[in-house]
């Protein structure tokens, strides 16, 4: 996950725009992954070791996108700087405790190229996500401009 963030569905066409113009200027890059890594009482994960790339598409993200995600005060967007690939989230305390004491011992590597990234919608109150837009990575010459509130 790059970013999470709440928005009305009417503004959805903007921020899909957004998104576009960072996924032609990005290029796709390599991620590797390695062993396993933990949010003690609630997640485990697979490590990326290849941050580098991800951190800066979601710094760019951050910097395009940011005002046209921004829902309420209390909702704001959140941009997620610290990639990794979730294999459980909000566990129990008893369920993570089990769960780490496995995984911790265990082992992982694997590589792939990320060539696109989706941006995934879900109404309130549905556990299920669609694919609202596939972005592929180009890297074709964009000039990509900080968003204001009125372009």
Known sequence: MLASFSQYAMNEARIVSKLQTIALGYFPFKVELKDFGSFPAHTIYVAVTSKVPIQNLVKAMRTNT??????????????????????????????????????????????????????????????????????????????????DLFS
């Open 66 to 147: 940011q005002a046209f995600m921004k829902f309420t005060e209390e909702k704001k967007p959140y941009f997620h700087l610290e990639p990794h690939f979730t294999i459980a989230k909000k566990l129990l305390p008893w369920q993570y405790e089990k769960g780490w004491l496995e995984y911790s011992r265990g082992h992982f590597a694997g590589k792939f190229i990320a060539s696109e990234m989706l941006l995934l919608k879900r109404y309130e109150g549905d556990k299920t996500w669609s694919v609202a837009k596939r972005f592929e990575f180009q890297n074709l010459p964009v000039e990509v401009k900080q968003g």
